[in-house]
C-alpha cells in the first residue's frame, strides 16, 4: 500500500511523518508526472487552498486527480484540502475538486485570532484532539453524507463514500487514530 501525499504547499511533511511513524509507504506528488506512479491512496495537506488550488491548476493535476478520486481512490483530507474537495464555499467563488457534496465555509472562525484547539468524538473514537488553524467548517451537507465529527456546533468532519474531510489538523497532534482509520479503509 502507497500513500501519495500533495506535497504543493502547506502541511504536507507533517503528515508525512505521521505515515512514518504507522510504518505506511508513501510518496510525494509536485508535478503531473507524478501521478503516473502507481499509490493507493492519497492526503491533502493543510495550508492555503488558494494558493493549492492555483498550483494544481497551473500544474495540469486538477483534473487528472478529480478523475481518480470520483474512481473511488481514498482521500484524506485536512482543512485546506476539505476546501478543495468540497462542491461549493459559503464564502468564495472559487471551487476546485468538487468531489465532496457539502458547502463549506473559509476562515470561517475569523481571520486572525482564529486558531483554537480541543477534544471531540469522532464517529465512534472517543476525545480526538483537534487543532483549528485559521479553519473552515461545513455550513451543510447533501443527506448521503456522514458527519463524524462537530466542535462549537458547527459540523468539522465528515465522510463520503471514499473521502474522509476534517476542519482540523489530526498531524498536529500525537493521537494518530484519525490516520489508523483512513488506513483501514484502504487494506
Ligand atoms: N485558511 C486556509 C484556506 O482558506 C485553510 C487553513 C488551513 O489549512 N489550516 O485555505
Known amino acids: ?24 509507504d508513501y510518496m510525494e506528488l509536485r508535478k503531473k508526472e507524478d501521478l503516473t506512479e502507481p499509490f493507493d491512496g492519497l492526503i491533502l495537506p493543510g495550508g492555503e487552498s488558494t494558493a493549492q488550488g492555483k498550483l494544481l491548476r497551473e ?33 468564495d467563488t472559487r471551487s476546485y475538486f468538487q468531489t465532496l457534496p457539502v458547502t463549506v465555509r ?3 472562525y475569523g481571520r486572525q485570532l482564529c486558531s483554537f484547539h480541543t477534544v471531540r ?6 476525545d480526538i484532539p483537534m487543532t483549528f488553524i485559521r479553519a ?16 462549537r456546533g458547527n459540523i468539522v468532519g465528515v465522510r463520503y463514500q471514499n473521502q474522509l474531510a476534517l476542519s482540523f489538523h489530526p498531524e498536529l497532534d ?9 488506513l483501514s479503509f484502504i487494506s
Open 59 to 91: 500544474l495540469d493535476m486538477l483534473r487528472p486527480l478529480r478523475e481518480k478520486i470520483r474512481d473511488g481512490l481514498p482521500v484524506l483530507a485536512t482543512c485546506a484540502g476539505l476546501i478543495l474537495l468540497a462542491e461549493k464555499s459559503a464564502n
Open 136 to 151: 473552515p467548517y461545513i455550513e451543510s451537507v447533501r443527506d448521503d453524507v456522514e458527519i463524524l465529527a462537530k466542535a
Open 121 to 126: 468524538d469522532f464517529g465512534g473514537m472517543k
Open 106 to 108: 473559509r476562515n470561517a
Open 1 to 24: 500500500m502507497k500513500i501519495a501525499v500533495l506535497a504543493l504547499q502547506g502541511a504536507f511533511y507533517e503528515q508525512e511523518q505521521i505515515l512514518q511513524k504507522l510504518g505506511a
Open 174 to 182: 500525537t493521537d494518530m487514530r484519525i490516520h489508523q482509520y483512513f
